[in-house]
T-cell receptor, first 113, second 112 residues
Framework: GDSVTQMEGPVTLSEEAFLTINCTYT??????LFWYVQYPGEGLQLLLK???ADDKGSNKGFEATYRKETTSFHLEKGSVQVSDSAVYFC????????????WGAGTKLIIKP | DGGITQSPKYLFRKEGQNVTLSCEQN?????MYWYRQDPGQGLRLIYY???????QKGDIAEGYSVSREKKESFPLTVTSAQKNPTAFYLC???????????FGEGSWLTVV
């Protein structure tokens, strides 16, 4: 079945460092890919998404490119801030599964000043 | 403002009690979902509903029940049969035409 694998956390960086959180997937069809962010004690917020190969999703300085050849959707940001500290979830959904989301385990990001 | 409202934010349950978590959305979305999240863990699907008066079990439905009598409402009851209910519960919704799921702020349930 479909699955999503994220790099394990926590990931600890200093402010203004470059961020990459890896996400790879397995899917039978042509899924849409998502990154959600969860701040402490809150619900999940959609950060960005991509619906087809080579699409790039971007929001708040974060970017991720849908790479079908490597089945990846890595999250990147050029210069992180303390306020980016949160848990980041990668997910996919497929039309055939009524858009049910398949979730990665989440990666906790800690940014130190 | 449009959105998904969950209540209460914090709820305490005694052993053997049923409790109901409310989820209301004014986004006119067709599909609604309930997820459970344990500390430091990912999300697990409890129940989902694609349309009014219809719902399906997710991966961990045992000990939970739902109803979908109105399009905007999808309450979750945590029954006494759920042996380990302490968790963070998230409600979500999706429009019929879209593939993006949006979340409420969550409800913390603690058994005391």
């Amino acid at each position: 079945g479909d699955s999503v694998t994220q790099m394990e956390g926590p990931v600890t960086l200093s402010e203004e460092a470059f961020l990459t959180i890896n996400c790879t997937y397995t899917a039978t069809g042509y899924p849409s890919l998502f990154w959600y962010v969860q701040y402490p004690g809150e619900g999940l917020q959609l950060l960005l998404k991509a619906t087809k190969a080579d699409d790039k999703g971007s929001n708040k300085g974060f970017e991720a490119t849908y790479r079908k050849e490597t089945t990846s959707f890595h999250l990147e940001k050029g210069s992180v801030q303390v306020s980016d500290s949160a848990v980041y979830f990668c997910a996919l959904s497929e039309t055939d599964s009524n858009y049910q989301l398949i979730w990665g385990a989440g990666t906790k990001l800690i940014i130190k000043p | 403002d449009g959105g998904i409202t969950q209540s209460p934010k914090y709820l305490f349950r005694k052993e053997g009690q049923n409790v109901t978590l409310s989820c209301e959305q004014n986004l006119n979305h067709d599909a609604m979902y309930w997820y459970r999240q344990d500390p430091g863990q990912g999300l697990r699907l409890i129940y989902y509903s694609q349309i009014v008066n219809d719902f399906q079990k997710g991966d961990i439905a045992e000990g939970y029940s739902v109803s979908r009598e109105k399009k905007e409402s999808f309450p979750l009851t945590v029954t006494s049969a759920q042996k380990n209910p302490t968790a963070f519960y998230l409600c979500a919704s999706r429009s019929g035409a879209g593939n993006t799921i949006y979340f409420g702020e969550g409800s913390w349930l603690t058994v005391v």
